[in-house]
């Protein structure tokens, strides 16, 4: 005759046991996102370090620094990689919105606004050449004065000449 046995009893520190909790922990940490990893990393290092280090190790190997940041509920579906390659003003910035009196809108403004910063930029350069011009011609009056202030005194003595000797007494030699 064949028994066959029951299966063990399973309890909380048993592998599946173990196993099911670490596997949704690790669900729930996904589905928070890269953030949640992070947080529950630092906390590691705070409570017990060698947990810390664990998951540090664990995030490291299994690629989760690499995941958003978010879940998808804050992920935008478009590919915005395309931004950081163009200027503001050409960010895709004249796609249709399928509204033709809003585009003409947003085209004008757009137009205004770089107008606008043009007309800025300009401005900062006019003030920018005004500032170095009143710098250059406060140092070249201070210049100026300080030449005339050096006013040679008919009556004041010579200063000796370089090379020469100076008038006056000659000194003896012992």
């Known amino acids: ?21 670490l596997n949704r922990s690790e669900a729930w940490l996904d589905s928070k996102g890269r953030g949640a990893w992070i947080a529950a990393m630092v906390l590691g290092f705070v409570f017990f370090w060698p947990v810390g280090l664990a998951l540090l190790a664990y ?27 163009a200027p503001w003003g050409q960010r895709g910035s004249f796609r249709s919105s399928g509204n033709s009196a809003f585009d003409a809108y947003k085209a004008e403004t ?42 040679i005194d008919p009556s004041a003595p010579t200063p000796p000449m370089s090379g020469g000797s100076a008038p006056g007494p000659v000194p003896q030699s012992y």
């Open 1 to 21: 005759m064949m028994t066959t046995s029951a299966p063990a009893a399973q309890g909380p520190t048993s592998a599946r046991g173990l196993g099911g909790i």
């Open 59 to 85: 995030m490291t190997f299994t690629h989760r620094w690499s995941k958003p940041m978010f879940g998808k509920s804050c992920r935008s579906t478009h590919d915005h990689s395309h931004r950081h390659a």
């Open 110 to 151: 757009l137009r205004r606004l770089e107008e606008e910063q043009t007309a800025f930029e300009n401005f900062l350069e006019r003030l920018r050449a005004a500032k170095d011009k009143t710098e250059f011609d406060n140092f070249m009056d201070d210049r100026s004065r300080s030449a005339q202030a050096v006013v």
